[in-house]
């Protein structure tokens, strides 16, 4: 594995100089802004509008936990005008990736310009230590504060369109209150003793918080982590005692892990139905943040206030 990474490293140093000496722009009238993932590429655009041009570090529909830079990925990072991406080590190794790199393009970090009380952390197992959950978009209030710090950084790189960026944004954010109105609307449609999420990974932690679900999860925040049978046992017998009846899958992960708890939990007497696919770490097939959020308030509802 070290092998692996000095390899990498040489790579990336390599593409590094030739970047500072032959850098180019696809088009010299539009700021070239890559996101690191779909969701942020969205917000991106919505802000932005046609006088950016944009492009995304990983795949669409890919785990961003899992990412790794490839040598065509890091030629677009260093021939990009700015890196946006969301932090808290969501996206597995970018951020090693643009410490390497150093100054050659400017990366800048949306978790870093919430409010630190804002913020989720777990405590990582065997330690002691408390790593940020990254999820926040999942909070259409903390989304806002991202689209204000993208207009932010993006003003700077056209004095011509600034006042348009600040236009889009204010739409931008009309659309954020919108969403949330629906969705407290929608959550009332479910009993209170049953708004309870359990899915594979800790993706709803803000999302439990800000409309006041209970969130339940095998993984934590990071699709890393490992799964061991006590881990699927234990939360079993959390579940029995929550009298959950509902789990949910993710569309980025494999639904072995919760395909597993659903059958421990039926061989302890307990019967539980899948209750659809949510979107935690992509917009999936949905066009935009807004129908990806919709998509999944719809979804949780159609599942949890059915008898």
Not at 124 to 131: R, V
């Amino acid at each position: 594995m070290k092998k692996i990474y000095l390899l990498v490293s040489i790579l990336i140093v390599g593409i590094a100089i030739s970047a500072c000496q032959t850098k180019t722009v696809k088009n010299k009238y539009k700021s070239v802004i890559m996101s690191s993932n779909e969701i942020i590429d969205d917000l991106v655009k919505s802000i932005g509008g046609n006088f950016i041009e944009t492009s995304i570090a990983m795949r669409k529909g890919n785990d961003p936990h899992s990412y790794n830079a490839t040598e065509k990925d890091v030629i677009r990072i260093t021939d990009s005008s700015l890196i946006i991406y969301n932090g808290g080590n969501l996206e597995g190794r970018l951020e090693w990736v643009l410490s390497k790199i150093g100054n050659i393009t400017p990366a800048v970090s949306i978790i870093d310009c919430l409010p630190k009380d804002k913020l989720i952390y777990d405590k990582e197992k065997n330690n002691n230590k408390k790593s940020v959950n990254p999820h926040f978009w999942h909070d259409p209030m903390l989304w806002k504060t991202a689209a204000h710090f993208i207009a932010d950084n993006l003003a700077p790189m056209n004095i011509v369109n600034q006042q348009i960026y600040f236009q889009n944004e204010e739409v931008f954010l009309y659309i954020l209150d919108r969403l949330n109105n629906y969705i407290k609307e929608q959550v009332q449609k479910i009993p209170k003793e049953k708004r309870i999420i359990v899915t594979e990974h800790d993706a709803f932690a803000y999302f439990g918080r800000a409309y006041g679900f209970e969130t339940y999860y095998l993984q934590g925040s990071s699709t890393s982590s490992e799964i061991s049978s006590a881990d699927i046992n234990d939360l079993a017998d959390v579940l029995i005692e929550k009298n959950v009846t509902t789990l949910f899958l993710e569309a980025t992960l494999p639904d072995k892990n919760i395909r597993l708890l659903q059958s421990t939990l039926k061989a302890k007497g307990h019967f539980v139905k899948i209750g659809g696919t949510l979107y935690s770490d992509t917009l999936g097939y949905n066009n935009n943040y807004e129908a990806m959020m919709r998509h999944n308030i719809d979804t949780i509802v159609n599942a949890l206030s059915s008898k």
